[in-house]
């Protein structure tokens, strides 16, 4: 597959946009200035960079709790997703979500939630909305390999292949449960085969090889747009953080949850630094270029905290509104 | 309370019919989804003929996936249609608790109000029939609890549609409460769309003894009870509050500041339920003694199947009474 330099650059700059947001939430949350619970996209960018890039700004999307990648990938405006993190007013949902209830309708980030598979079962409908009106959107809802163990995951398949909903079940595993590893919580480890029973057209792709996921996206979007049904997409991949906050042991039980030895096999597969090398033997970008693309995203970056910092916290007089439109 | 013009006699069921299909014709947004709505012996006549006039994309009959079609029902309303999903029976509804619960109800608040559910959670009640434990439960309690939910539960032919078109037309989500039993009963219905505001109670039957409070089926029962009670000298006022969530508090303690006495009568258990918010809400805002305040319930156990049992379980009009009796 040909790309343009441009498609190319921005899908670096995406998953650097990503990465360093993430790990700009490390300090501020061992310090306690952050305080909700925050689980980091770190290792797994690669996925929401190269899905993303083939949606259109109106299609649905539907995420997790380790939704920032996500969100930003869609368009979701920085400063505004550090501020919900820090819960203060300025934030996408002003204050009252925090990392786990992110949203940018404007963007098509329609909803993002911590109930394991609970956003399953609303891209399916916002799939049929779409088929209803014709409008040829997508929608598509991110989950992790916990989510296979819901019952809804299920039901929403045999659902929207039952309807030819233009649904794409994306299941991001990266091969832990919270503090369980995936061997002992599945029969079997190869997530894509649950699709086929249901005549859900499935894919089992590299998710840390951002050309592979953009390859396999693509062709996942196509299907969908084009009328044939849903799609289910297993993207293999790993968390470089722990399961909620920077490490595994952040609430001091789950210590040494992941063989060293395993992390270390990981890093070497890191998606990003992998396709910045490549971005460079290819003569697509200089070194020089890829190191004022880190100063521009750093100073946005730190510009998003400084904002989030400085902007208030909602007021606890306003504890009822929102409650009903 | 209706007008004549352009009102003719018309059932509960037909009313609920004519509603969903008048929105559904004016309003390309709305689907109504759920199993059975293809099926008379799920709906009875509240859903004919609406697939064969609106297409099997809006009006979807589904598998057997309680969860995953009211999970899609938010969805789509997320998405922007106004979306009705129905369980033809209650208890299965138990399945949707998260789509109803962690999403539809806190969505607007979680997403700082960038984003609302128009989504109406339809549940029938069918109580009776030796049908036991998990085909009778009535659960209005559960979900009048949870912030970001309405719950309106309608007791008359003109009351369902007023408020099942007002339940669409709501940006919030809604549970509407419905109840099998109800099915049958005709008044005059006005033929043209209209809405009937949520949080307005309506007096029944006007008295000065001991005000009824009630809602559904139980309202019904209420009046008889009260005309039965007449014979007896009690002079009960009913009201059916018609929506559990707005409540109309003022209805209630208006009539209860009138007549000095209140028994609330309601369809589910008394622990932690209804009865017991109206209680404490005339403890708090009058100086009535507790002692003129009674809570008629049925009987905190799960609804038995023998047609024995069943006759120390529901409530009627009978068992309103006597109950009632007690407090004179």
Known sequence: ?325 | MSSNKGTRKLNYALAINEALAQKLESDPSVILIGQGVTSPWYVGNTCKDLVERFGEERVIDTPVSENATTGAAVGAAIAGMKAIVVHPRTDFAVYAFDPIINQAANWFYMSGGTSSVPVVFWLIVNGGGEQAAQHSQALHTVFAHVPGLKVIAPSTAYDVKGLLIGAINDPNPVVFIDNRSLYGASENVPEEMYEIPFGKGVVRRKGKDITLVSFSFLAQESVKAAEALALEGIDAEVIDIRTLKPLDEKIILDSVNKTGKIAIVDSAWKFCGFSAEIAALINEKTNLSNKSILRVNIPDAPAPASVSLEEGYYLNSDKIVKSVKSLF
């Open chain 1, 1 to 325: 597959m040909k790309y343009s330099p441009g498609l190319l650059e921005n899908l670096y700059r995406t998953m650097l946009t990503i990465r360093q947001a993430e790990e700009s939430l490390v300090e501020p949350i061992n310090n306690g200035t952050i305080r909700c619970p925050v689980h980091l996209y770190s290792g797994q960018e690669a996925i929401a960079a190269g899905f993303c890039a083939n949606l259109n700004q109106k299609d649905y999307l539907f995420g997790n709790h380790r939704s920032h990648g996500h969100y930003l990938a869609k368009g979701g405006d920085l400063k505004k997703m550090i501020a919900e993190i820090y819960c203060k007013e300025t934030g996408c949902a002003k204050g009252r979500g925090g990392s786990m209830h992110l949203i940018s309708v404007e963007n098509g980030v329609m909803g993002i939630v911590p109930i394991v598979a609970g956003t399953i079962s609303l891209a399916v409908g916002a799939a049929m909305a779409a088929k209803v009106r014709k409008d040829k959107r997508v929608a598509v809802s991110f989950f992790g390999d916990g989510a296979t163990g819901e019952g809804v995951l299920y039901e929403s398949l045999n659902f929207a292949s039952v309807y030819k909903l233009p649904v794409i079940f994306v299941c991001e595993n990266n091969l832990y449960s919270t503090h369980m590893a995936i061997g002992k919580i599945r029969h079997k480890n190869h997530i894509a085969d649950i699709a086929g029973p249901f005549g859900v057209k499935s894919f089992h792709c590299d998710g840390n090889n951002v050309l592979k996921v953009y390859e396999v996206s693509k062709k996942a979007v196509e299907h969908c747009r084009s009328g044939k049904g849903p799609v289910f997409i297993e993207f293999l991949t790993y968390r470089m953080r722990g399961h909620v906050g920077p490490d595994d042991n952040i609430q001091g039980t789950h210590t040494e949850i992941r063989p060293l030895k395993e992390v270390e096999k990981w890093k070497k597969r890191d998606p990003i630094s992998n396709f910045s090398d490549y971005l460079i033997k290819k003569k697509v970008l200089t070194r020089e270029k890829i190191k004022n693309i880190i100063n521009q995203i750093n100073n946005e970056v730190h510009d998003a905290h400084t904002f989030a910092r400085e902007s208030k916290r909602p007021p606890a007089n306003e504890v009822l509104k929102y409650v009903f439109q």
